[in-house]
């Protein structure tokens, strides 16, 4: 009592001393919601550590996590590992070569400048008042906007409804042809400029199930610059998830109740560095997202080496339980085409595909996880994008890369305007 008393007095102190004019100045009844939406998701951290780029990362106990706070997980055993990897996972020497053969360079997370968690904790960004303020509503908050429309690409073969929204925009790679129990690629990582601080640009691959009809399930992870989400233009890792197309279900990271992370070194939502310069070093990382044949949960790893960072149980879904119909690799942009303009918003490098290696944004060695629990080469790899003349995607094979592509754009050109 004495504390709800006190957590009053410091909102009524806050709203005195805000000017009256000041567009920092809430109502009480917004702000008592805000503080309380904190509390649910900034866990008692066992220790915290400041990032070097203002983050706050907090290191809290496994078992106090916000995964924990959803009603089907209330009883929930933690798994520590997976009970599977898939088969070739560890195997592939050519993938490895890559790195010294090109030169390419190992990437970390900004804050572990600072510090590290300990075993039995994991590592939280610490969400700010401004933060949630930003977002449309305290109840949005974390979460990608309802789908509102599908894309049917034009093809004399007829294709798998594609996740869009009103909007947005996309250059991506896909399978849909068979059942896939997971995916896997690595991305080289960059930061695209954003024009307005409500877009966003992401790479990322995407894990569906579902009827695309208001029952979509989707597992999604990869990087992203959202200043809207995070309050700046750095490039972050970071996953998605909803059980019913983004309609009520799911959230960005550790935002919600659903994700059980296991990890200690590697902080949902954090900045990823160095980030790759055109024309210069190319930084890249590999995600691969899988299910566990015996548990039926969905895994996440992060990195060549045995970095699992977490998995989503199998109970957050239903068309997911069976395995995916349909994955997805590339980048998301979204254009708000303010002024009948399109955005300048960069998808990838923000350079198109044609340019190639060190210049254009690249999937390469995307596979899948089939129903044996075998990493194999997809077959019949189909692209899209809505506007090639904006953001493209183009497909190759070569020993090295497997199967890989090059994709993004400038967005608004002469071409795009």
């Not at 008042?129 to 599908?150: C, F, P, Q, T, W």
């Not at 991305?187 to 966003?200: D, Y």
């Not at 190759?396 to 754009?409: A, D, E, M, R």
């Amino acid at each position: 009592m004495k504390m709800k008393l006190l957590n009053c007095l410091v909102v009524l102190i806050f709203l005195f001393f805000v000017p009256y004019n000041s567009a920092a100045r809430i109502s009480l009844k917004k702000k008592i919601q805000v503080q309380n939406h904190l509390k649910s998701l900034n866990k008692v951290a066992h220790e915290s550590i400041k990032s070097p780029d203002g983050d706050v990362i907090d290191c809290i106990p496994i078992s106090h996590q916000p995964a924990f706070d959803h009603p089907l997980l209330q009883n929930h055993k933690i798994q520590l590992g997976p009970n599977y990897h898939p088969e070739g996972l560890f195997d592939n020497k050519r993938v490895n070569s890559l790195k010294s053969s090109e030169g390419l360079k190992p990437i970390k997370q900004l804050w572990h400048s600072n510090g590290k968690c300990a075993e039995g904790t994991i590592p939280v960004r610490r969400t700010k008042e401004e933060d949630v303020l930003r977002a449309s509503s305290i109840k949005n908050y974390g979460k990608k906007k309802k789908i509102v429309n599908i894309i049917r690409p034009n093809s004399a073969k007829p294709q798998p409804d594609l996740v869009t929204q009103n909007g947005h925009q996309h250059a991506i790679a896909y399978v849909d042809e068979d059942k896939y129990f997971g995916a896997k690629a690595t991305m080289n990582v960059w930061q695209p400029k954003i024009e307005q601080s409500n877009e966003f640009s992401l790479s990322q691959i995407w894990v569906l199930g579902g009827s695309f009809d208001g029952d979509l399930n989707s597992i999604e992870a990869g990087w992203q610059v959202s200043p809207d989400l995070y309050g700046d233009n750095n490039t972050r890792l970071f996953t998605y998830w909803t059980s019913d197309a983004y309609e009520a279900t799911g959230c960005y990271n550790l935002l919600c109740s659903g994700f059980i992370q296991i990890n200690n070194e590697i902080a949902m939502g954090a900045s990823i560095f160095p980030v790759s310069s055109y024309h210069g070093s190319q930084f890249d990382i590999s995600i691969l997202l899988w299910k566990d044949p015996n548990e039926g949960n969905w895994w996440m790893q992060f990195g060549n080496s045995n970095q699992v960072i977490g998995y989503w149980p199998a109970s957050l879904f239903s068309n997911l339980a069976d395995g995916a119909t349909l994955i997805e690799w590339g980048g998301e942009v979204v254009n708000s085409a303010s002024d009948g303009q399109h955005t300048t918003t960069q998808m990838g490098s923000g350079h198109f595909p044609g340019e190639g290696f060190s210049k254009a944004s690249y999937f390469r060695n995307i596979q899948v996880v089939d129903g044996s629990n075998q990493l194999r080469v997809p077959k019949d790899v189909k692209t899209f994008t809505e506007q090639s003349s904006c953001y493209d995607v183009q497909t190759g094979k070569n020993g090295q890369w497997g199967t890989y592509f090059y994709y993004g754009g400038p967005g608004r050109n002469p071409k795009c305007p």
